[in-house]
């Protein structure tokens, strides 16, 4: 019988069962993470090998070295989330994995190592998109959250507000128009000598500085749900430009907090606005950049003036990770959404419109 065909009796069978155990891998970026978790939300292991330190050097993630470390280390990373688990390969359900969007070579490492292992063992393949990954997130973090809500998606290629309806159904109704969120706290670091990677080194150096800086704000699109962040990062440019050309010192720490304000409140009225049009009560942070403490506390405080309520996972959840990929994965299984046959490819992009 060939193996999809086989898969999908299987999957029949794993949809009945009272336990799913459900290995997660992620490559799509500089992180390679192996998870194995049960039924959607409790985590068995979660191994995460991060490159940061070797990606620091170049200033940014280098795309040919970031797929080589993920070769050198995804098998014993694989073999470590089973150790701490405690459980064989045996036992494993189904094998979730990042088929997209990320680096197309680093995103080909986890899906022919997924589909290795789901041939070898004969387990279902399912396909998880890396933006939904990050969305389930928030479902191990919160046990009692289920959808619909809307969802801030904030990282470092993205930046959009979503309508979460269902575990597999998602609209996207608001994005970046140019730069990603993270992107801009990327650049905003470099230009004030913070270097690689710069979300948490700005979110660090802006406690001491003060919101005294007023970046203009962008208006043409303040009546949509589109973000723009490209302004914002040339404004910052152009400030210290200006202040090292009339030899003058630049405040690096105030630089970072009144940059971190903007960029709060610009997520949080963009999304606030978007909860109350889509009459959602629950906003939930995914992404990279939901691990910044200052946007999310912003944006829970401004929710409960409305009645909102904002959830973001811990910070070791926000950044790459398998355990969201296999919660998601979880979630497709169950609503037979992702089930990939041996051909399973990766995707660099992927189009929400
Ligand atoms: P991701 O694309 O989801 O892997 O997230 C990576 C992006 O998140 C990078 O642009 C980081 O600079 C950004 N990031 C990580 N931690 C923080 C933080 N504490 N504050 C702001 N941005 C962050
Ligand atoms: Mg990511």
């Known amino acids: 019988m060939r193996y999809i065909d086989e898969m999908t009796k299987e999957v029949d069978k794993i949809v009945n069962k009272k336990e799913c155990i459900i290995l997660g891998i ?29 990606h620091t050097k170049f200033g940014g993630v280098v795309p040919e070295v970031a797929s080589r ?30 088929y997209g969007a990320g680096l197309i070579g680093a995103l080909f ?45 904030v990282s470092g290629a993205h930046t959009s507000i979503f ?3 269902d575990y597999t159904k998602f609209t996207q109704v608001g994005q970046s128009v140019d730069d990603a969120v993270g992107e801009a706290f990327d650049k905003v670091a470099r ?4 270097g690689y990677p710069g979300g948490p080194k700005v ?3 802006a406690l001491s500085g003060k919101e005294n800086i007023c970046f203009k704000r962008q208006n043409s699109l303040k009546h949509s749900y589109n ?28 630089i970072c907090a009144s940059f971190q304000h903007y960029v709060a409140k610009e997520l949080c009225d963009k999304a606030l606005r ?5 009459n959602q009560k629950t906003l939930v942070i995914a992404g990279g950049v939901s691990a910044n403490r200052y946007i999310f506390n912003y944006l829970k405080n401004e929710g409960e003036k409305l009645g909102i309520k904002v959830f973001a996972p811990p910070v070791s959840l926000c950044t790459d990770n398998g355990a969201m990929i296999a919660s998601c994965g979880y979630y497709n299984l169950m609503s037979k959404v992702g089930l990939s046959d041996i051909d399973l490819t990766a995707k660099a992009s992927i189009n929400y419109n």
């Not at 230009?191 to 913070?194: K, S």
């Not at 962040?229 to 050309?245: D, L, P, R, W």
């Not at 978007?274 to 889509?278: F, L, W």
């Open 26 to 54: 992620e490559s799509s970026c500089d992180e390679t993470g192996i998870a194995i978790v049960k039924n959607g939300r409790e985590i068995l292991s979660n191994v995460v090998s991060s490159q940061i330190d070797i």
């Open 69 to 98: 470390n993920h070769i050198a280390c995804i098998n014993n990373i694989f073999n470590q989330a089973l150790k701490e688990a405690n459980i064989s390969k045996e036992e494993i359900d189904a094998i979730a994995v990042t």
């Open 109 to 153: 490492v986890g899906v022919n190592f997924a589909k290795s292992l789901a041939y070898t063992l004969k387990k279902p393949l399912i396909a998880v998109n890396h933006i939904q990954g990050h969305i389930a997130s928030n479902y191990i973090a919160f046990p009692e959250l289920k959808p619909p809500f809307m969802c801030l998606l």
């Open 163 to 165: 309508k979460v309806d």
């Open 191 to 194: 230009v004030v000598g913070l």
């Open 203 to 205: 979110e660090k150096l």
């Open 227 to 254: 973000f723009t962040f490209s302004g914002i990062k040339t404004a910052v440019i152009n400030y210290v430009q200006n202040a090292q050309s009339r030899k003058e010192e630049i405040n690096k720490a105030d």
């Open 274 to 278: 978007a909860c109350e049009e889509y």
